[in-house]
């Protein structure tokens, strides 16, 4: 009887074993599934692609107020400087789009090249109707195109609303455009926040169409 007895607490013991051998197995399995070639396409098309884009120029150039107005759709003028940095993000076509802000006033201008090799565009902003800081907006501009002499760069030429406003060519002209390197994709495009309507403004439409395509390397 006792021999029994002991037959049936190792049987039990190995039922134990095998039950706990079979759950871990599942999990495990279950955890690190292997994909299939197929599969993995499929999730790599499904899943949003980050993409990464710095958003610079002297302080009261309009960056705040345009991705403002790329994020919500509609026009709200900024009314405080940005103190730092200013992250929106922005989803499109199976994109998600990383825009990063850094204040342009002096002392955060050290922080620019710090961000530049995580980007893959970077959109300058400028004041068109501040003639007396633009060869400074020029100079620190130049000085981010050495640091990367690849990096797509699209430039706003903002304010184009306001009396005094520089055209695209003065501006490509006083910014020293001509000096930037052919290799380089470069964009030169007038912009204008204005707010006698809640219509985001068709600039900042074609901003965004813009990055999209230099994103997915359509252009
Ligand atoms: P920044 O983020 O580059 O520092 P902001 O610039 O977006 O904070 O804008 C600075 C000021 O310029 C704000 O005015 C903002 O309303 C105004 N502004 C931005 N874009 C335009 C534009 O296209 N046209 C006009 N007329 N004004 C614009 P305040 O008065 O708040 O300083
Ligand atoms: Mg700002």
Redesign the pocket.
């Known amino acids: 009887m006792s021999h029994l007895r002991q037959i049936g607490a190792a049987l039990g013991a190995v039922a134990a074993i095998l039950g706990s051998v079979v759950f871990i197995s599942w999990r495990y399995f279950n955890s690190k599934r292997r994909y299939s070639e197929e599969e993995y396409d499929i999730i790599k098309e499904t899943q949003p692609r980050e993409k990464k884009i710095l958003v610079l120029?002297?302080?009261?150039?309009?960056?705040?107020?345009?991705?403002?107005c790329l994020a919500t759709r509609t026009v709200k003028?900024?009314?405080?400087?940005?103190q730092g940095f200013?992250a929106v993000c922005i989803h499109t076509r199976g994109c998600k789009l990383d825009f990063l802000?850094i204040?342009?006033s002096c002392n955060l201008r050290s922080y620019w090249n710090l961000y530049l090799n995580k980007a893959q565009v970077l959109i300058y902003?400028v004041?068109s109707t501040d003639q007396e800081r633009l060869p400074l907006a020029g100079q620190e501009l130049h000085r981010l195109l050495k640091e990367d002499p690849l990096l797509p760069l699209v430039l706003l030429a903002?304010?184009?609303?306001?009396d005094g406003a520089l055209n695209i060519s003065d501006l490509h002209r006083k910014l020293l455009l001509h000096d930037v390197n052919y290799e380089r994709k470069l964009f030169l495009m007038a912009?204008?926040?204005?707010?006698d309507g809640t219509e985001i403004p068709k600039s900042i439409h074609d901003v965004k169409e813009l990055i999209t395509q230099l994103i997915s390397q359509k252009v």
Not at 57 to 68: C, E, P, Q, R, V
Request: glycine residues 14%; without cysteine; charged residues 25%.
């Open positions: 120029g002297l302080d009261g150039a309009g960056k705040t107020s345009i991705l403002n003028r900024n009314s405080s400087p940005t200013n802000e204040g342009g902003v004041d903002n304010k184009q609303d306001l912009t204008n926040i204005t707010e």
